[in-house]
């Protein structure tokens, strides 16, 4: 009995123990529960949320890039990548319908019928969940392939994925590619960036938005609500000073002569005198297969020995320090001069030019006749020569947007490197380095009475129908180059190299307008041993009234064809010049005193034609206008007239309005 009783005692220790034990386990559950939900649950609610719930970035709209005509010069446009998940599709609703699917593919996309079927079935079969419908569509393709059977259905039943992705198109193609650029990340993790897209791409990218996405079945994410968190920013547009038409006409023109000289590379710049704003740029490199493309962008990145196109600033730097006048006898010789017993300056004349005037040592291009007038008058002091040269500004950076300009390179007597071959050769532009567009902005300015423009690429910056986020004005980098004597007389000289029949440049001489410049054949020695040649040609025109200057150069032309840049790359020059020419506006001969209001004759007296406006005060002009019936709005407060939105030779009875502009 007593052993009865201890244990059934023992049974109710165990069971008041597993029942404690319960209810503690069950209190310290609750209890966890409790904090759990209290302080906790927002932190197992977002790894919730992580798993289901995520932002997704939404790309913005790039901004466009635009020419002087807002013309694109690029944009983004949406294209479609679409794919296929063969599982959510019965083999049913697959047999019957799969037949006029591949049709309306191979329609689409161009691909043959039968491949497409073929690769269609193998899907289905091998139970794909990503097969590639078709890459790259427009919208419009893309709503075709959308409407075919079985792909017409919900994704969660049809089994089609569309991905949109905004893609870079350039209307030109590859004409001024180099130019108008791009941002490129590579497989290796390179981020490249190119010309105008690469030099504005933080303002052309604008912001990205937030859409808040919830995942659902298949792994497919959809969205939460119907609006955007937060919504992109578009991209500011970038409007350049590229002329579509000088752009067409400069690369056709260099891409005829690269073919036919079988040249290397060449480049051809073109730049508005007044203003620096580059109208067209242009970078041909030739590939293995003998075609060119928009390699490189020489014309910004390539720096290299310039040679006779730097006599111009060689003339400059010895007329400004009075060293020499323009009438000046230099006596050239035979046309060779020895330096140390084994380094020899030749003139391309056999036996010389005997004794010539200063003048035309530039004009026939005399490389003999050139280092005496350096050699011999800053042999004792170089230091004013070359000090002369960086009061120019040749020595520095223009500093544009552009990413990649090269550093020109202007040796001074205290470089460790200096030696007594170091003046003559710099005389006829060897020993230094310079760009192209280095050398075009110091010959703009000989064309702009001497007044150093920066390059310039963008007018503004902004949105369309908005107020513009910055507005680029022309910026001068040198005020005055040299005097208005240094000045005069290096632009006859320059006049005279295309003029006169012994300029180097006669070759190119025409009647409908004059050009002024100068030829450029610069020898390149390489590794080989084999030499090559630069050909430029560097100048503007129209001579008397400089509107466009330019340079063309050409490396390494098929030496056998022609190497000079009177042969290779002054014709180009011509060309170019010649079509631009003709799209000018010509001014009509106008006697200003017809357009006073106290003269006798009025507008209409003048051949029925508007004439040139700009220059004339606005109260004497706006009186005749309006007495026949033209409505005139006048923009700014004071000045004369500095534009006219009527260009001159217009009929007057199909003018209504004119807007002037004041300067």
């Given amino acids: 009995m007593l052993l009865m009783n201890d244990f059934n005692k023992n049974i109710n220790i165990r069971t008041y123990f597993i029942g404690v034990s319960i209810l503690v386990f069950a209190i310290i559950l609750i209890g966890k529960l409790f904090y759990i939900q209290t302080y906790e649950g927002q932190k197992f609610k977002d790894i919730a949320n992580k798993r289901t719930l995520k932002n997704v970035a939404v790309k913005p709209i790039r901004g466009n890039i635009y020419s002087d005509d807002q013309s694109l010069l690029a944009t983004s446009v949406s294209r479609y990548d679409l794919h296929w998940d063969s599982k959510v599709v019965s083999d049913e609703n697959f047999q019957k319908n799969k037949q006029k699917i591949a049709e309306g593919i191979s329609e689409v996309t161009k691909r043959n019928f039968i491949k497409v079927l073929n690769s269609l079935e193998n899907a289905k079969d091998k139970s794909s969940r990503y097969w590639l419908v078709a890459k790259n569509l427009t919208y419009s393709d893309q709503q075709k392939i959308k409407a075919l059977p079985i792909f017409n259905l919900p994704s969660y039943q049809g089994g089609l994925r569309i991905q949109q992705q905004l893609k870079r198109e350039k209307p030109l193609g590859k004409i001024a590619e180099r130019t108008i650029g791009y941002e490129r990340l590579d497989s290796d993790g390179t981020f490249f960036r190119v010309g105008l897209e690469g030099a504005f791409g933080t303002l052309l990218k604008g912001k990205e938005g937030i859409r808040l996405k919830r995942k659902i079945a298949n792994g497919q994410w959809k969205s939460v609500n119907n609006t955007n968190e937060k919504e992109p920013t578009e991209g500011f547009d970038l409007y350049t000073t590229i002329n579509i038409n000088f752009q067409d006409i400069a690369h056709n023109a260099l891409l005829n002569q690269l073919e036919k000289f079988e040249a290397d590379h060449g480049s051809v710049i073109i730049m508005e005198v007044k203003t620096g704003s580059i109208k067209a740029i242009v ?280 190497y000079y840049g009177s042969i290779v790359a002054a014709p180009v020059f011509k060309q170019i010049a010649k079509k631009i020419y003709s799209a000018i506006p010509k ?54 007239i500095s534009n006219q939105s009527v260009p001159p030779g217009t009929l007057l009875s199909k003018i209504e309005s004119i807007i002037l502009e004041l300067s």
């Fill in 587 to 640: 001014e009509i001969p106008v006697n200003l005193k017809d357009l006073k209001s106290n003269s006798t004759n009025s507008l209409l007296t003048i051949k029925n034609k508007l004439p040139n406006l700009v220059g004339l005060e606005p109260m004497d002009v706006i009186v005749e206008l309006e007495k026949i019936g033209i409505s005139v709005k006048i923009y700014g407060k004071s000045g004369k």
């Fill in 283 to 562: 970078n041909l490199g030739v590939t293995s297969k003998g075609k060119y493309f928009e390699k490189l962008n020489y014309a910004v990145g390539e720096s290299h020995e310039p040679g006779s196109t730097f006599k111009l600033m060689s003339m400059v730097a010895a007329l400004e320090d009075k060293v020499i006048k323009p009438s000046d006898l230099i006596d050239t010789g035979n046309g060779e001069i020895l330096f140390f017993g084994k380094h020899k300056v030749r003139d391309s004349r056999k036996g010389g030019y005997g004794k010539i005037s200063v003048s035309k040592v530039f004009e026939v291009s005399s490389n003999t006749g050139m280092v005496k007038i350096i050699n011999d008058n800053y042999k004792n002091n170089p230091e004013n020569f070359v000090d002369r040269l960086y009061n120019m500004r040749l020595h520095k950076i223009l500093d544009i947007p552009i990413i990649g300009e090269a550093r020109p390179k202007i040796p001074y007597p205290s470089d460790p490197d200096w030696d007594g071959l170091d003046l003559p050769w710099m005389a006829f532009g060897y020993g230094v380095s310079i760009t192209p567009l280095q050398t075009l902005t110091f010959y703009n300015a000989i064309a702009n009475n001497g007044v150093m423009i920066k390059p310039k690429f963008i007018h503004k910056i902004g949105r369309l129908g908005a107020k513009p986020h910055k507005t680029y004005k022309s910026e001068i980098l040198n005020p005055s180059i040299c005097s208005k004597e240094t000045l005069n007389a290096v632009q006859e000289m320059m006049f005279n190299v295309v003029e006169k029949k012994w300029g180097t440049a006669n070759n190119i001489k025409d009647e409908m307008f004059s050009i002024a410049g100068k030829t450029g054949t610069c020898q390149i020695d390489y590794t080989t041993n084999s030499i090559e040649y630069i050909s430029s040609f560097v100048g503007y025109f129209p001579a008397d009234k400089p509107k466009y200057s330019c340079i063309v150069l050409i490396h390494k032309p098929n030496k056998l064809k022609g």
